[in-house]
């Protein structure tokens, strides 16, 4: 079964820093690009940041750069969001999404910002 999952999402305070995870099962990972995407309430689904097969070529919206940093770890099967300085704007649930010849999404990790 195809399957992606996310974690590490909650309730910070402005400022303060999270990490999303999100593994893959059922496909090969390392082939796939990866991206986090996340949507706020009565907004559409943006994309956060993508990371190639290799993880060698990052991209950032403009309005994390400098804040969010993607990695993988593709003996892990898992890529990650540090996020830090969180502002409330940030606030949504964020997604992970794995792009080849198919494309699979995760169900979403709530993350809040607020004081």
């Known amino acids: 079964q195809v399957q992606l999952v996310e974690s590490g999402g909650g309730l910070v305070q402005p400022g303060g820093s999270l990490r999303l995870s999100c593994t893959a099962s059922?496909?090969?990972?390392?082939?796939?690009?990866m991206s986090w995407f996340r949507q706020a309430p009565g907004k559409e689904r943006e994309l956060v940041a993508e990371i190639s097969r290799a993880g060698d070529e990052p991209n950032y919206r403009d309005s994390v750069k400098g804040r969010f940093t993607i990695s993988r770890d593709n003996a892990k099967n898992t890529v990650y969001l540090q996020m830090n300085s969180l502002k409330p704007e940030d606030t949504a649930v964020y997604y992970c999404?794995?792009?080849?010849?198919?494309?699979?999404w995760g169900q979403g990790t709530q993350v809040t910002v607020s004081s």
């Open positions: 059922g496909l090969s990972f390392s082939n796939y690009v």
């Open positions: 999404k794995a792009r080849s010849w198919r494309t699979v």
